[in-house]
């Protein structure tokens, strides 16, 4: 019987083990495609790679949503959900929707606004002691009972306009 000789070549094995080392260094096969962005999100990346970045959309959306005239600003209120009673405020507090207490986002914490509804006149005087509203389009959020003062309970939202208040002391 005549014995069968295979010739296999020597670097074969190798080759193979070459090209899937070479194929895994050059990154996987599968990888996802790249994300493609909307015209105004590759603007915004532009503005951010430059050191250009402007306000943050909420933030944007809120100064769009207010106006200042003279010393007060004016702007949508909303008044705080009953479901916060009882939570800490920014100023570590705990809510408290009976006190005539508000959410701002850049007047500081403990200082005194006064608080007007356009559409009926009436005003309150309220203390800041959270940081807010986390909605666009609104300036000041309210307590309960400072949105009963103020009439603005049934309608939810009203137009006010926010005028800072000193303590006088």
């Known amino acids: 019987m005549q014995k069968s000789h295979s010739r296999r070549r020597p670097f074969a094995g190798r080759a193979v083990l070459l090209s ?3 194929t895994a260094a050059a990154g996987p096969v599968w990888a996802a ?20 970045a402007g306000k943050r959309p909420a933030e944007h959306r809120a100064a769009k949503a207010a106006r200042k ?4 600003l004016e702007g949508k209120a909303s008044y705080y959900a009953s479901k916060f009673t009882g939570r800490r405020t920014a100023s570590g507090e705990r809510f408290d929707p009976a006190e005539l207490t508000a959410a701002h986002r850049s007047l500081p914490l ?5 608080v007007t509804d356009l559409n ?13 509203p986390h909605r666009g389009g609104r ?31």
């Open 110 to 114: 403990n200082s005194l606004a006064k």
């Open 139 to 169: 300036v000041i959020d309210l307590s309960p009972s400072a949105a009963r003062e103020i009439g603005m309970i049934r309608r939810g939202i009203a137009q006010v306009a926010i005028t800072p208040v000193d303590r006088g002391g």
């Open 69 to 72: 005239r003279g010393n007060a």
């Open 33 to 52: 495609p790249a994300k493609h962005h909307t015209v105004e999100q590759q603007h915004r990346v532009k503005a951010v790679k430059a050191g250009k």
């Open 120 to 132: 009926t006149g009436r005003s309150v005087v309220v203390r800041i002691n959270d940081r807010g």
């Open 20 to 22: 899937l080392l070479l």
